[in-house]
């Protein structure tokens, strides 16, 4: 059964500055990948996309890669904001999500 | 930008009733999802629906659950002999393409479900 890790549960950081946010999946065989946002009290907004057969993503100052081999996937955000501040969940094939990362971005 | 919508925002019910709660989805999409997130753990897969069947669905969605797409613009799902552990926010998405495709799901805002 896949399971989806994230790492870390929380993070915070000063605005500015670049970050990375971490998932890992148990089994290799995904069709894809997505990085969901969760607002407070708010559905998820789909971030990325990425299919078994891309290697990464990028939309703006997010980059999101996808490493089969390693059951890992990792999302890098440049030059944070304050609006950044969010849970980011990752999620494999529209149906098993991590528990998310929750990011802080202090002012 | 179109977007998915839920109703209602918030649902009180008591534990043993019926329940249904209702999405529309995007107009163009043609796959639609539901997915549960109890209070402070993850989301969960209930069910995708497609062409007016049900395409996948998760353990957690049994008999006590159906889903409908009563008209051209509303999808719903249905909790019968609601129980305690029932209560959750629970979400429904779309998509033009399904789980294998390049095309992102779209959310809606959710319904808190509360059973007493």
């Known amino acids: 059964k896949q399971e989806v890790t994230q790492i870390p549960a929380a993070l915070s950081v000063p605005e500015g500055e670049n970050l990375v946010l971490n998932c890992s999946f148990t089994d290799s065989a995904i069709y894809n990948l997505q990085w969901f946002r969760q607002d407070p009290g708010k559905g998820l907004t789909s971030l990325l996309l990425i299919q078994s057969s891309q290697r990464e993503q990028t939309s703006g100052r997010l980059n999101a890669s996808l490493d089969k081999s390693s059951g890992r996937s990792t999302l890098y955000i440049a030059a944070s904001q304050p609006g950044d501040s969010a849970t980011y969940l990752c999620?494999?094939?529209?149906?098993?999500f991590g528990d998310g990362t929750t990011l802080t971005v202090k002012p | 930008e179109p977007e998915v919508t839920q109703t209602p925002s918030h649902q009180v019910t008591q534990m043993g009733q019926e329940v249904i709660l209702r999405c529309v989805p995007i107009s163009n999409h043609l796959y639609f999802y539901w997915y549960r997130q109890i209070l402070g753990q993850k989301v969960e897969f209930l069910v995708s629906?497609?062409?007016?069947?049900?395409?996948?669905k998760s353990e957690i969605f049994d008999d006590q659950f159906s889903v409908e797409r009563p008209d051209g613009s509303n999808f719903t799902l249905k909790i019968r002999s609601t129980k305690l552990e029932d209560s959750a926010m629970y979400f429904c998405?779309?998509?033009?393409?399904?789980?294998?495709?390049?095309?992102?799901?779209?959310f809606g805002d959710g319904t808190r479900l509360s059973i007493l």
């Open positions: 998405a779309s998509s033009d393409e399904y789980h294998y495709s390049n095309q992102p799901q779209h």
């Open positions: 999620a494999l094939r529209q149906s098993t």
């Open positions: 629906f497609y062409n007016n069947e049900i395409s996948e």
